[in-house]
């Protein structure tokens, strides 16, 4: 239960109070403006109790998430470091991306047309060139 009293969870155990706080009191607020004849505030006087109950669900889930975790536990002085140990049963394993051979641009030649020819040739140098910007074209 340590774990739930670090900074960062305390950030998150009063930003559930600010947040329930504030979506009920504007569900409230709705239902006293519908009570007075405004229909459309019937919505959302039901609408803010559903975000609070949604903050909720995520802080609770958040919370168990973080109780089901193994706390991490420093290994003994002097021990060596341990191997990284293998992935789980059933989880996807980290790999490396796959290279795709690029297939060499075929020089235009003979296009009819002069802007189009233009193009093509920026296109190649793009191509060629796959970390460069649009704006360090040369052409």
């Given at each position: 239960m340590?774990?739930?009293w670090t900074p960062a969870w305390i950030a998150r155990h009063v930003a559930l109070?600010?947040?329930?706080?504030?979506?009920?009191a504007l569900g409230w607020w709705q239902i006293s403006r519908a009570a007075s004849g405004n229909t459309l505030s019937w919505a959302y006087a039901v609408e803010w109790p559903i975000f609070a109950g949604f903050v909720v669900?995520?802080?609770w889930r958040e919370v168990r998430h973080?109780?089901?975790a193994p706390a991490a536990a420093s290994p003994p002085a002097g021990a060596a470091p341990a191997?990284?140990?293998a992935p789980a049963?059933?989880?996807p394993a980290v790999r490396r991306p796959v290279r795709v051979a690029r297939v060499p641009a075929t020089p235009v030649d003979g296009a009819d047309d002069a802007d189009l020819a233009a193009?093509?040739?920026?296109?190649t140098w793009l191509n060629d060139?796959?970390?460069a910007r649009p704006g360090d074209y040369p052409g």
């Open positions: 340590k774990r739930l109070v600010v947040l329930v706080t504030g979506f009920l669900f995520v802080w973080a109780l089901r191997e990284p140990a049963p059933g989880t193009y093509n040739r920026y296109l060139n796959p970390g």
